[in-house]
Structures are given as structure tokens and as C-alpha cells.
């Protein structure tokens, strides 16, 4: 099989290519992390290259089009980054990341032999057209990263389909509706703005979905902050398609510096509203960040106080709405919803006392969260960071689907099911998408007759806070039990504890992250006075124990 492949690819231009227009001039290692590669945007030109390759090898080896993704997410404008989607939309196979990772840090004399070695295990078909849908950010560097990547694919003689400027949703959608030769929608740009509105559009409208809300609180009005990054172009392109059921108007639309001072994961981690955005009392407004897959939703009140609606709130919105649309319609589906560690102890508390629908904790990243997800008939999954969706298992649709087109159920049990097969249309099941997310949430909303003061008082969060502590090796910290518990370095875990156990309702964990040398520290209390002396204290244990550097933190007396 590897005879036949190198009849048909020039390995000598591979590695020509490699050695000179992209080679490895950085001499550190570049992880693939949970979210692809990531790092600054001047050294990643050969890992773009190599990535092409890879795409190529593993369009062939699922003999389906492959996602290559180029973007940083939420990070600076400085940084980049590219992430490879599998052919149902779902994150790259965890076997193959470890791949993607030799082959982004070997030698550039030895990249062509890596290639022989993946090709020769797979048994690659090299009779298979590959083809790979590419996207890309509105970052600077993407157009040159761009090219770099293609470079890869067309060495490899891979089909290149350029999506060009489009968010990270998008592209995920793309794939598997390429795959599934349009089955999950139409396989366009606009095939998906069209499918998700029309869904949307048909719910807020629709005359029969839910019992009239005499006094409705709820307004059509939303205040977006779309983080200068591209999901202001598709928010852009979204308005056309849903006039007359929702304004949106959005703020840091591409005029200033992506991710900076606003975005979803700055309105998280700093609990305060965006830079540029009007800050009117009880006004409900919404982040999303630079590839526009996270949302977080927030409001002032009238004594400037900030209070967010992250991806809990959000989950736990989404639960209670389908959970209400499955008692309606009496159907036999079981609901679940999955967390992270980062998911507050109130929410928790609330979904499994209260709404009484089961509760999953997996580690952080989004493919923990989706495979566990999957487990459910109708699985939702969020990261507090406002990361997440809902999976409809192929039975529940085609029983949903069956029970809104069933006339001789009861008017009322059609009427939920009916409902709940336009909602499955709204969603993207294949990865976290922003603005699907936000469309989910309106609609929910609306047909509660909710405003965001009235969502925000469903439940009481405890107080918490997320910091960032620099330490000098990330790997020094290793964890388990849903990276909930530190293994190393040894005696933190100890530290933690004793930390916590002074604090009534106290919790808290650190992680790695994933992309940088830093340790990320969660905690929560149940007080507000004592939250930031506990964050703090967990904070100093980490930079003694951990290698810390930088400023040290300190401890407020």
C-alpha cells in the first residue's frame, strides 16, 4: 500500500517543502491540546503545513471530508491556532491527536518517513479522493496560515474546499452535512443560516406551541458583544433571515482588537460587561468569543451590580425546557445533562434536586463532555464558559418526528412534539455554537415570557472565582476524578483541602491548562466576604507547590 501511495505522491517536493518554504524553525514542542494547537500566530506556519498532510491521511483513512480549522478562539490577536474536525462534526479522535503532535514537532529530515510510518499502520487507501473543508477566523495571520495548510493538502493531493471567513460552528456544521449528503441540513453557508432561522422562526411564531403568557415580560431586544471577532459577520448575515422576531444589536463588531476587553471568556473570568457596551439597568446582553462557539449572557441592575448568566444557567434553562416539552408530549426519552468541575455547586444542586434530571461530571474539553452527552436519548452538555449544546440520539429524533406527525395523539402531546422537532433544527448538534446557542436561549425566553431578571432568579449560584496562576512546567500538575482531584505535585491536593474546609459549602480544584504554562484555580464558598480570601489561598498553594512565577499572590488579611 505504501508502494502504490508513493506512485501517486511526490515525497521529494513533501520534503523540500518542509526543509525550506515550511520549515521548523521553532525548537520547542507544540501540544495538540483540547482544542487543537495553539500558541503564537509567527510560529505555526510549519504546523499549518503538516497539518494539511495529516487531513489528507485521515480523509483516506475515514473516507470522508475532513475539517481543518484555523483559529485561536478566545485568545489574543497575537495567537492562532487550527483544530481538525472528524466526519460527523465531532472533535479529532483522541488516538490521533498524539499523531498530530509527532508529526507537528518532528525534524523536518524526518517528517516523510513519519508519513510512511502512519500510512503503512493505517493501511491507507491512497485510490480514496481526499478532501478537506477548510475554514479560518478573522485573525490577520489566518490568510498566510491558510495558504500553508492548503500547500499541505495539495502535496498530499488532497481536494481543498475553502470555506473561507467563517466562525468554527460553521465549519463543523459543513462537515457533517458534507458527509451526510445533506441528511443533518443543507450542505452551504447559507443552508445553515437558513435552516437554524426557519426552525427559530417557525417556533416564536407559531400559534399553537405553548399556552398564551398573559403577562409576558419577555422583549425581542438583545444587546450582543461579538468580541471583534467573525461571529459579527455571521450575526450580520443572521438579521436577514430572522426580521421581524428578534433585534440584535451588536457592539465590538470588527472595529477594535479581537478578544480584547470583551468576548465571552473575558466577561466570565473578570465578571464585568465588555468594553464599548452601552451599560443600560436590566438590559439583557450577551458575549460571544472570537470563533464564536462560547455565549455567556449578563445584565446590570439598578445599583450598577453585574450579574452573568454563563453556561449553567444556560444548561439548566435548556434542561427545565425540554424536560417540560417531554412531560407534554409523554414521550419515553430519557434527558440528561453533563458538567465539568467547573460547573457551580448551586447549579448542580438545582438540576439533580430539583428539575430531577440526571447529572454527569467529565473532564474539561468539549469531547468529554459531547461523547458523554451521547449516552442520553437527549443529551445537554455546557461548560460553565458557555461551550456546549444538546444531542438528539438518531431513535429520539425519528420518535419525535413520528409523534409530531401522530393526529390521533391528544392535541396537547402533537402540540410538544411538534415543538420539540423545530427546536432539534434550531440547535447545532456537532459542537458548541454561539449563535444557535443564543437563538435556543430567545426562543426558551419567549415562550416563558421571561425577562433576564426572572431567569437569573430560577436558582441562586454560590459565589465563585476563577484565577490564572503562571508556573514554570504546566505538566507538574496532573489530576483525576474529572480533574476535580491533584495528584501532582505531591501533597497540594492536602493543601486544598485543609483550605477548603474552613469555608462553609467551600470547594475547590486546579487544572493545567491545556495551551500554556499556567494553572487554572476555581473555587467557590458560600459567602460572598470570603470567596477571593479562598481563591487567594489556593492560589499561593499552587505557586509554592507548583513551580509558580511572577508576581506570588497574595492573601487579602
Known amino acids: 500500500m505504501t508502494q502504490r501511495l508513493s506512485k501517486l505522491v511526490d515525497f521529494s517536493l513533501i520534503e523540500n517543502l518542509a526543509k525550506n518554504e515550511h520549515s521548523r524553525k ?5 501540544q495538540y491540546g483540547t482544542a487543537g494547537f495553539r500558541t503564537k500566530a509567527d510560529i505555526l506556519d510549519h504546523v499549518l503545513f503538516r497539518m494539511g498532510l495529516l487531513t489528507v491521511l485521515r480523509s483516506q483513512v475515514k473516507k470522508a471530508d475532513i475539517g481543518l480549522m484555523i483559529t485561536a478562539s ?3 490577536e497575537e495567537d492562532n491556532g487550527v483544530k481538525v474536525v472528524d466526519p460527523c462534526g465531532e472533535m479529532l479522535e483522541s488516538s490521533w491527536e498524539i499523531i498530530a503532535t509527532k508529526l507537528a514537532n518532528v525534524e523536518d529530515d524526518k517528517l516523510v518517513a513519519i508519513l510512511h510510518k502512519i500510512i503503512k499502520e493505517y493501511n491507507i487507501d491512497s485510490s480514496f479522493p481526499a478532501s478537506v473543508i477548510i475554514g479560518r477566523d478573522t485573525r490577520k495571520s489566518s490568510s498566510s496560515l491558510l495558504q500553508s495548510a492548503i500547500d499541505g493538502i495539495k502535496a498530499m493531493n488532497g481536494i481543498v474546499k475553502d470555506l473561507g471567513v467563517v466562525t468554527t460552528p460553521q465549519l463543523h456544521y459543513l462537515v457533517v452535512s458534507t458527509n451526510t449528503k445533506g441528511d443533518y441540513g443543507p450542505a452551504t453557508i447559507e443552508g445553515y443560516y437558513k435552516k437554524i432561522s426557519k426552525a427559530f422562526k417557525t417556533i416564536v411564531g407559531y400559534k399553537v406551541d405553548h399556552e398564551k403568557v398573559e403577562s409576558s415580560k419577555y422583549s425581542a431586544e438583545l444587546q450582543l458583544d461579538a468580541a471583534n471577532g467573525v461571529g459579527a459577520l455571521a450575526v450580520k448575515e443572521f438579521t436577514k433571515y430572522l426580521t421581524g422576531t428578534l433585534e440584535v444589536t451588536v457592539f465590538n463588531n470588527g472595529d477594535g482588537k479581537l ?6 471568556d473575558y466577561v466570565k473570568i473578570q465578571q464585568k460587561p465588555p468594553t464599548n457596551v452601552p451599560v443600560i439597568p436590566f438590559t439583557r446582553c450577551a458575549s460571544i468569543d472570537g470563533d464564536a462557539d462560547r455565549i455567556v449572557y449578563y445584565y446590570t441592575d439598578e445599583k450598577n451590580k453585574f450579574h452573568i448568566l454563563d453556561g449553567d444557567r444556560i444548561a439548566i434553562l ?3 425546557y425540554l424536560k417540560e416539552l417531554l412531560t407534554k408530549s409523554k414521550l419515553d426519552l430519557q434527558l440528561g445533562l453533563v458538567q465539568t468541575a467547573y460547573a457551580n455547586g448551586g447549579s448542580t444542586a438545582y438540576i439533580s434536586e430539583t428539575l430531577k434530571v440526571p447529572v454527569s461530571c467529565v473532564p474539561t474539553g468539549v469531547k468529554h463532555l459531547h461523547h458523554k452527552a451521547m449516552e442520553y436519548d437527549i443529551g445537554v452538555y455546557f461548560e460553565a464558559n458557555g461551550h456546549g449544546t444538546v444531542i438528539f440520539k438518531d431513535s429520539a ?9 401522530d393526529n390521533s395523539l391528544p392535541k396537547s402531546e402533537q402540540k410538544a412534539a411538534l415543538i420539540l422537532k423545530y427546536v432539534i433544527d434550531v440547535i447545532n448538534q456537532t ?6 446557542d443564543m437563538l435556543l436561549v430567545e426562543l426558551i425566553l419567549h415562550a416563558k415570557g421571561w425577562d433576564v431578571v426572572t431567569w437569573q432568579e430560577s436558582y441562586e449560584d454560590l459565589p465563585n472565582k476563577q484565577v490564572k ?3 514554570q512546567d504546566r505538566n507538574a500538575i496532573t489530576t483525576t476524578d474529572a480533574e476535580r482531584c491533584c495528584v501532582t505535585p505531591k501533597g497540594l491536593q492536602e493543601e486544598i483541602n485543609k483550605i477548603v474546609s474552613k469555608y462553609p459549602r467551600g470547594r475547590s480544584f486546579v487544572r493545567p491548562s491545556g495551551t500554556e504554562d499556567i494553572v487554572r484555580v476555581y473555587a467557590e464558598c458560600e459567602s460572598y466576604s470570603d470567596i477571593e480570601k479562598l481563591t487567594a489561598e489556593v492560589s499561593l498553594s499552587v505557586y509554592n507547590l507548583a513551580g509558580g512565577i511572577g508576581e506570588k499572590p497574595q492573601v487579602p488579611s
Open 26 to 30: 521553532y525548537e520547542g514542542t507544540i
Open 74 to 76: 478566545h485568545n489574543p
Open 259 to 264: 478578544n480584547h476587553l470583551c468576548g465571552a
Open 318 to 320: 435548556v434542561a427545565a
Open 397 to 405: 429524533h425519528k420518535t419525535i418526528k413520528a409523534a409530531a406527525q
Open 431 to 436: 459542537v458548541g455554537d454561539a449563535l444557535s
Open 469 to 471: 496562576v503562571k508556573v
